[in-house]
């Protein structure tokens, strides 16, 4: 027994000194998108730090990003067809595929299995396995596609362009079954489905006016909601598309950006009637609720990008105004709303400022950034 004591002492001895690994949890980490250099940055939302600075994600422009059920995995879907895959914890790329051409966004399931990618380049919808990437499914449209999320039981549902349809891809089972809706409206230009996952909100460029469906119903059919919102009225140039993935459902009503408008729709969320309309500073790109949903923040488009409005819920008026500075791209609340990340591309920042006394609270460097993506998206529908 001395024998053995006297060797585990020994072999105790000869081990390595544990290296010091710095472990972060990643609830409360986010990406941002740095356009033009192809990179990405790793957040740290609480310490209001960037983490690491990671390298080789191709065209960034229009990017957007997904993250896996447990906040480990970003997926990055850029603009040249390419989706990585990002790990939050090695701080390094995990994989990646060109897909297609030129793609327009993606969704991942709801039980994180499958990732799939919307393409304006060659059209459709392609699914990947969120695990290796490799291809799934292919769902060609002939078309461009756009609007695409994710929807509670296996579900994918996206819009088309060029014909005017909306399909739900249902990939529950081994052999995925589409169904296809038709008259949704000319030109659908973006696409929300709400917390819930019951509606699926589709702006129209071509029309006035937006159309929805009931995703609850056995057999969804089209409903226009909106119906000649600008009738009568002569368009303004359109200098950027709103962006309705950044919706606001605030308490009983949407918060929707008018296109070519310097207007911000209210709509009852129940009845899906007009409520109302607020008088804004430029044409909204983004319009995102608090997540208490009392406020809503606006963004908007060149050359009126220098400035974000935070309008109330309830009364739809204008509370405060803040110029962060040129081409204001993106904004993004932490997950319960105490503090928003507003991306500053032309002056290479992104901005945090406080949600209650909207003072300015903290900065980060970061070159050219736009999308600002936090790891809470990872347990919210259609996000």
Do not use: C
């Not at 290796?132 to 695409?148: H, M, R, W, Y």
């Not at 911000?264 to 044409?283: C, I, M, N, P, Y």
């Not at 962060?324 to 791209?329: D, E, F, H, Q």
């Amino acid at each position: 027994m001395r024998l053995m004591s006297f060797l585990s002492l020994l072999l105790v001895l000869a081990l390595p000194a544990t290296a010091e690994v710095e472990v972060h949890a990643t609830g409360d980490l986010g990406v941002v998108i740095e356009r033009t250099t192809g990179s990405v940055l790793i957040v740290d939302q609480s310490d209001m730090d960037v983490l690491a600075r990671v390298e080789g994600f191709g065209d960034l422009s229009h990017a957007s990003a997904v993250f896996s059920p447990d906040a480990r995995f970003a997926y990055i879907f850029g603009r040249d067809g390419g989706l990585t895959k990002l790990d939050l914890v090695t701080q390094t790329i995990a994989g990646r595929v060109i897909q297609a051409g030129n793609s327009i966004g993606g969704a991942i399931s709801d039980d994180g299995h499958l990732v799939a990618v919307s393409n304006y380049e060659p059209g459709g919808v392609r699914v990947f396995d969120a695990q290796t990437l490799d291809l799934v499914a292919n769902f060609p449209t002939q078309s461009k596609t756009i609007g695409l999320v994710d929807a509670p039981g296996g579900r994918f549902v996206f819009s088309m362009w060029d014909t005017g349809e909306t399909w739900i891809v249902d990939m529950s089972d081994a052999t995925p079954d589409v169904t296809k809706i038709t008259g949704m409206g000319a030109n659908p230009y973006d696409a929300l489905i709400t917390g819930d996952g019951r509606r699926y909100i589709v702006g129209l460029f071509g029309e006035d006016g937006m159309s929805t469906l009931d995703l609850w119903s056995d057999a969804p059919v089209a409903q226009r909601i909106l119906p000649g919102y600008g009738r009568g009225e002569e368009p303004l140039p359109v200098y950027k598309m709103p962006h309705l993935e950044g919706w606001a459902l605030a308490g009983d009503r949407f918060a929707l950006p008018a296109v070519g408008r310097h207007e911000l729709l209210w709509l009852d969320a129940q009845r899906l009637t007009e409520l109302g309309r607020t008088k804004t500073h430029g044409q909204p790109v983004f319009a995102v609720a608090r997540p208490d949903g009392r406020h809503v923040w606006v963004n908007y488009a060149h050359p009126h990008n220098d400035t974000v409005q935070v309008i109330e819920a309830a009364s739809g008026e204008v509370l405060h105004s803040l110029k962060p500075g040129p081409a204001v791209l993106h904004m993004e609340f932490t997950a319960r709303g105490h503090q928003v990340w507003v991306s500053v591309r032309d002056a290479n920042r992104i901005d945090i400022y406080d949600t209650q006394t909207f003072e300015k609270i903290g900065e980060i460097p970061a070159e050219t950034p736009s999308g600002i993506f936090f790891t809470a998206r990872a347990h919210r529908i259609g996000l």
